[in-house]
């Protein structure tokens, strides 16, 4: 018996698919055009999307410090920073639209509360020293987590990560140097310092997501080498590259239990409070409402932006079409 034979389509997605495996399997990257699994799309957009939200809400957090900083020239720093989270944003919207979403239905996902973006900026903010726990711990945690995605099998979403990697480590630096500041400082400055550190340390260790038994993404998202390393490792690197830096700030980790296990070559850490990681992914977290409703504020305050532009375009164009006629 011989089989049916198969439509245009189908045969178009067989070979697509060989293409596609055969790209992911010799670490080369999918581009825009190029056939991909409709899954390998859908976790794209998935990740790209919250990613770019992440950094868009991930403004706000620092942004409520810059009339307040505590110089011209840390304003300066401040603003700096802040403005290139919004250029991550853009970059990263980009890449996901290169995938057949639109920034406005991102946007429409995002301030209707329906997309997800990171934990860490359901976080209050209540002293400068926050700015430098962020800058160490976030953007330290940014940077672990992003570096392998500069060889992620996606090229739009990989080549954005380049440059923002290089941002981050400016924001990191500029972080650690804040502490060092406040180290160098008074007492008082050295427990603002700490407090801070404190708040921040455990939310920035959930930054990678749920532990490996508990990541439904992670196994596929690695054979497809979106993702080059697993939660865990990612966060044991980042425990790694702290210890020295906190010993260089002279600031205490807040976990009695870290330390190096020589046996297994891995640190042992205290259990994270995944209910709290869990309670903010579910909107409960301390910031989650006043986070979503500035974004909606702001996109709606912004509605004559964006029609102006768009006025703005078609007036360019229909001068364009005039001067080609
Ligand atoms: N927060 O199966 P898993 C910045 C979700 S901004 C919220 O491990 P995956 C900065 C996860 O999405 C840069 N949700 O997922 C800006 C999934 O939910 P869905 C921030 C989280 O995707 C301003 C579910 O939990 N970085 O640097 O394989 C100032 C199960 O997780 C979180 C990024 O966005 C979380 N922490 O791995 C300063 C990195 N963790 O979608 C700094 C890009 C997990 O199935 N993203 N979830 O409903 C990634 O690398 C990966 O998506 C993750 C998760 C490692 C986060």
Sequence with gaps: MTAPALTAAEADSVVGQAVFDEIIARDSRIEPRDWMPDAYRRTLVRQISQHAHSEIIGMQPEGNWITRAPSLKRKAILMAKVQDEAGHGLYLY??????????????????????????????????????????????????????????????????????????????????????????????????????????????????????????????????????????????????????????VLGIRLPDPDLRWNEDEKRWDMSEIDWTEFHEVLAGRGPMNAVRIQNRRDAHEEGAWVREAAAEYARTQARKTERAVA
């Design 94 to 247: 980009s890449a996901a639209q290169t995938l057949g979403i639109t920034r406005d239905e991102m946007t429409q996902q995002l301030i209707d509360g329906k997309a997800k973006y990171s934990s860490i900026f359901n976080y209050p903010t209540p002293t400068w020293a926050d700015m430098g726990a962020i800058g160490w711990l976030v953007d330290g945690a940014a940077i672990c987590n992003q570096v392998p995605l500069c060889r992620a099998s996606y090229g739009p979403y990989a080549r954005a990560m380049v440059r923002v990697c290089k941002e981050e480590s400016f924001h990191q630096r500029q972080g650690f140097e804040i502490l060092l500041s406040l180290m160098n400082g008074t007492e008082a400055q050295r427990e603002m310092a700490q407090d801070a550190v404190d708040r921040w340390y455990w939310p920035s260790l959930m930054m990678f997501g749920p532990p490996d038994d508990e990541s439904p993404n992670s196994a596929q998202s690695m054979a497809w080498k979106i993702k080059r390393f697993s939660n865990d490792e990612l966060r044991q690197r980042f425990v790694g590259m702290l210890v020295p830096q906190a010993e």
